[in-house]
């Protein structure tokens, strides 16, 4: 029920509660304020992690700024496979389009821009991202497997 507003005349960000929340009550155990109206433990814990929260946010909305600056994105789409019971390849099918980083744009960077990349850790994190991209037909097999359990289908 806790959620981070723009204090515009501030330029800061207070914290607000959402009062109609089936997560609060005025009875509960867990108390927001003291006797003195500060903050408690539990409160105080929830205020850092929504501090968090937004830093992780900028931090995001920086890397991908940076990641548009250098030109870097192209749009690509996760693609399945399906096999029958007995191993055949089904037609493949788009599960997603999105856009991730491209191989060939980052390999064609020059060698001081690359080197600003890894300096700055961004490099550590692009190459975390196309090693993640493998994991889609994985993912998506999963998926489906669990899927296909839950409605009681035998999946090979």
């Known amino acids: 029920p806790f959620v981070l507003a723009n204090d515009e005349g501030q330029d800061r960000l ?3 509660i959402d009062k109609g929340s089936s997560l609060l009550s005025e009875t509960g155990e867990t108390k927001l304020f003291d006797e003195k109206g500060e ?3 539990y409160t ?6 929504c501090d968090d929260f937004e830093a992780e ?14 030109d870097l994105f192209e749009l690509k789409t996760a693609i399945f496979t399906p096999t029958d019971a007995a191993g055949n390849a089904g037609p493949p099918q788009t599960v ?8 060939e744009k980052l390999n064609a960077l020059p060698v001081d ?3 600003e990349l ?3 850790g961004a490099l550590a994190q692009i190459y975390a991202h196309l090693v993640s991209l493998v994991g889609w037909e994985r993912l998506i097999a999963l998926a489906m497997v669990r899927q296909a359990a ?5 999946v090979n």
Not at 44 to 49: A, D, E, P, V, Y
Not at 96 to 103: H, I, P, Q
């Open 96 to 103: 997603a389009e999105y856009y991730g980083v491209s191989e």
């Open 113 to 115: 821009k690359l080197r």
């Open 57 to 70: 946010r900028r931090r995001t909305d920086s890397f991908v700024q940076l990641l548009k600056d250098n």
């Open 44 to 49: 105080q814990n929830c205020i850092k992690f």
């Open 39 to 41: 903050p408690t433990e």
């Open 150 to 154: 839950a409605a009681g289908v035998a």
């Open 118 to 120: 890894q300096t700055n």
């Open 14 to 16: 207070i914290v607000c």
